[in-house]
């Protein structure tokens, strides 16, 4: 394969976390169906998005796929970014319930123990509830959650990004360890960088950029054009996709815009 993009968007472990949110998220949209060995062929095939699928362009297709499951289904607008990131490195494990935050509970001072969310659900009667929530799909309860770094209150802390309704699960089940993918940043700024943008966002603010440049709106032209500059400072797939794909064929448009953002 050709990579034209940042080598860290091609690491597997970053293609292992998505494969699996894609799945478990399928398995909940489509509750009826309950055949594990037609899952076993959708599992199949989609562990071929990323770059051998007949029908998808590598790797583009792949994070622009995962983010419109994410965002579409649940306006997850920055877990792609944790995944993606070049300043966070992920690892799969076994991670003890008492390592984590958790949002299972509302309104707890800096997150709750696992010991007050199984008294939180039995007090509100979900126990039955959490159960047939997962029973009315085939099995996905056990399905690694995503953990990612994030400091409060001057302390590193691992939060669930995605998974709390497995945690709930595991702790009225009596567990004190679920798999997880778990993320931690390897600089001190402690925010995503340098991560995959989709395409198609991209797409859309240069649907209004164009329409501002056409109708001589220079203000609101020149805004659109420092919101791709702040975009593309933060993302080297950015830079490749605006030159590749977000503005094909030749125009003035494209020449001012070009211009005005140096790319080359």
């Given at each position: 394969?050709?990579?034209?993009?940042?080598?860290?968007?091609?690491?597997?472990?970053?293609?292992?976390?998505?494969?699996?949110?894609?799945?478990?998220?399928?398995?909940?949209?489509?509750?009826?169906l309950?055949?594990?060995?037609?899952?076993?062929?959708?599992?199949?095939?989609?562990?071929?998005?990323?770059?051998?699928?007949?029908?998808?362009?590598?790797?583009?297709?792949?994070?622009?796929?995962?983010?419109?499951?994410?965002?579409?289904?649940?306006?997850?607008?920055?877990?792609?970014?944790?995944?993606?990131?070049?300043?966070?490195?992920?690892?799969?494990?076994?991670?003890?319930?008492?390592?984590?935050?958790?949002?299972?509970?509302?309104?707890?001072?800096?997150?709750?123990?696992?010991?007050?969310?199984?008294?939180?659900?039995?007090?509100?009667?979900?126990?039955?509830?959490?159960?047939?929530?997962?029973?009315?799909?085939?099995?996905?309860?056990?399905?690694?959650?995503?953990?990612?770094?994030?400091?409060?209150?001057?302390?590193?802390?691992?939060?669930v990004y995605?998974?709390?309704?497995?945690?709930?699960?595991?702790?009225?089940q009596?567990?004190?360890?679920?798999?997880?993918?778990?993320?931690?940043?390897?600089?001190?700024r402690?925010?995503?960088?340098?991560?995959?943008?989709?395409?198609?966002?991209?797409?859309?603010?240069?649907?209004?950029?164009?329409?501002?440049?056409?109708?001589?709106?220079?203000?609101?032209?020149?805004?659109?054009?420092?919101?791709?500059?702040n975009?593309?400072?933060?993302?080297?797939?950015?830079?490749?996709?605006?030159k590749?794909?977000?503005?094909?064929?030749?125009?003035?448009?494209?020449?001012?815009?070009?211009?005005?953002?140096?790319?080359?």
């Amino acid at each position: 394969m050709n990579k034209v993009y940042p080598e860290h968007i091609y690491e597997p472990i970053r293609q292992e976390i998505a494969v699996s949110y894609v799945r478990h998220e399928l398995r909940k949209y489509l509750p009826s169906l309950k055949d594990q060995e037609v899952w076993k062929k959708i599992d199949a095939d989609i562990a071929t998005w990323f770059d051998s699928a007949p029908f998808l362009f590598p790797v583009r297709d792949f994070w622009n796929g995962v983010h419109g499951i994410m965002m579409g289904f649940k306006l997850y607008n920055h877990l792609l970014a944790f995944i993606t990131a070049e300043n966070v490195a992920w690892e799969k494990r076994l991670i003890s319930l008492n390592e984590l935050t958790f949002g299972t509970r509302p309104s707890v001072d800096g997150g709750p123990k696992s010991s007050e969310v199984k008294d939180w659900i039995e007090y509100k009667n979900l126990l039955g509830n959490t159960q047939r929530y997962y029973e009315n799909t085939v099995k996905r309860d056990e399905d690694p959650i995503i953990v990612t770094q994030k400091r409060m209150d001057d302390v590193d802390k691992l939060v669930v990004y995605d998974g709390n309704g497995r945690i709930a699960l595991a702790i009225v089940q009596g567990k004190i360890a679920v798999n997880a993918f778990v993320s931690h940043f390897v600089d001190e700024r402690r925010k995503p960088e340098n991560y995959w943008f989709p395409t198609s966002v991209l797409m859309e603010i240069n649907h209004f950029a164009k329409k501002a440049f056409e109708a001589k709106d220079e203000a609101l032209y020149q805004s659109y054009v420092n919101v791709f500059k702040n975009i593309l400072s933060q993302s080297q797939s950015a830079v490749y996709e605006m030159k590749d794909r977000v503005v094909p064929g030749e125009s003035e448009y494209k020449k001012q815009l070009f211009a005005d953002l140096a790319l080359g």
